[in-house]
Nanobody, 117 residues
């Protein structure tokens, strides 16, 4: 069964940090590019960051560049997103997604990140 399971979300104050994890199973994780996508309350999906199958290249949305870091550990079938200098506008449900072509074919259930004082 192909599955992605996110964890690590929570409530954090502005300026704080979190590390999100995404555990993959049921497919050859090391063969696929992966991404993080978020959805803020009342808004559509926003791509946040992506990386290729070996982590050799990474991309970030302008809104998170310099604050978030994407990484992966293929030996553990796990994708990560380090969130630093968090802002209230980063509040969203964060999803990891497996790339397929120009889109995604597998999504996790999401983890809530809330940035508030």
């Amino acid at each position: 069964q192909v599955q992605l399971v996110e964890s690590g979300g929570g409530l954090v104050q502005p300026g704080g940090s979190l590390r999100l994890s995404c555990a993959a199973s049921g497919f050859t994780f090391s063969s696929y590019a992966m991404s993080w996508v978020r959805q803020a309350p009342g808004k559509g999906l926003e791509w946040v960051s992506g990386l290729n199958n070996d982590g050799g290249w990474t991309l970030y949305a302008d809104s998170v560049k310099g604050r978030f870091t994407i990484s992966r550990e293929n030996a553990k079938n796990t994708l990560y997103l380090q969130l630093n200098s968090l802002k209230p506008e980063d509040t969203a449900v964060y999803y990891c997604a497996k790339s397929k072509g120009m889109g995604y074919d597998v999504w996790g259930q999401g983890t809530q990140v809330t940035v508030s004082s």
